[in-house]
T-cell receptor, first 114, second 115 residues
Framework: AQKVTQAQTEISVVEKEDVTLDCVYETRDTTYYLFWYKQPPSGELVFLIRRNSFDEQNEISGRYSWNFQKSTSSFNFTITASQVVDSAVYFCALSGITGNQFYFGTGTSLTVIP | DTGVSQNPRHKITKRGQNVTFRCDPISEHNRLYWYRQTLGQGPEFLTYFQNEAQLEKSRLLSDRFSAERPKGSFSTLEIQRTEQGDSAMYLC?????????????FGPGTRLTVL
């Protein structure tokens, strides 16, 4: 069965602090894909990153970085020097090799306080 | 605007009425997905089209729900005899052809309220 767990329901940080959003997944597939999406108050899900199961190299994009560890089935997301505009709900998602059916976690609501 | 568009953005209906939502995917995206998102939850997969063919349906898609994509472009999702439990955000996503493109791009959603 495919499952994504985001144990952190809500996080509040003060602007400029670093914050890490946790994502743990379960799958029996050997090939799979992991994603992070941002859902701001406007409601539209915004794609942030895709990772395939064969690529454990961490990635950095500006203030965003992702740590993928197959040994712990985790795909964590860190925002460095958080800003108020980062306030949103962040979803981690998993798909199988076809990339069709996505399994989303329940999301982490991040509030950045000015 | 070349993103995924959905209409209407909001729909309020009375229990027992039928509703229909429309999704226009990104141009040339041959795959189209419908999801449902309830408050405090992540999106849940409903169904998927490749071109005009409906290839997968979730068990969440009861017989009151029907989706079509007749010409392989826009899609409609109809809910018949709506129930209060159908109240949710209905999201549409599209994806480019080819195995190298797995990310799905989402529209703004249609928020349905059933009174």
């Amino acid at each position: 069965a495919q499952k994504v767990t985001q144990a952190q329901t809500e996080i509040s940080v003060v602007e400029k602090e670093d914050v890490t959003l946790d994502c743990v997944y379960e799958t029996r597939d050997t090939t799979y894909y992991l994603f992070w999406y941002k859902q701001p108050p406007s409601g539209e899900l915004v794609f942030l990153i895709r990772r395939n199961s064969f690529d454990e190299q961490n990635e950095i994009s500006g203030r965003y970085s992702w740590n993928f560890q197959k040994s712990t089935s985790s795909f964590n997301f860190t925002i460095t020097a958080s800003q108020v505009v980062d306030s949103a709900v962040y979803f981690c998602a998993l798909s199988g090799i076809t990339g069709n059916q996505f399994y989303f976690g329940t999301g982490t609501s991040l509030t950045v306080i000015p | 605007d070349t993103g995924v568009s959905q209409n209407p953005r909001h729909k309020i209906t009375k229990r027992g009425q039928n509703v229909t939502f429309r999704c226009d995917p990104i141009s040339e995206h041959n795959r189209l997905y419908w999801y449902r998102q309830t408050l405090g939850q992540g999106p849940e997969f409903l169904t998927y089209f490749q071109n005009e063919a409906q290839l997968e349906k979730s068990r969440l898609l009861s017989d009151r729900f029907s989706a079509e994509r007749p010409k392989g472009s826009f899609s409609t999702l109809e809910i018949q005899r709506t129930e209060q439990g159908d109240s949710a955000m209905y999201l549409c996503a599209s994806r480019a052809p080819g195995q190298g493109h797995n990310e799905q791009f989402f529209g703004p959603g249609t928020r349905l309220t059933v009174l």
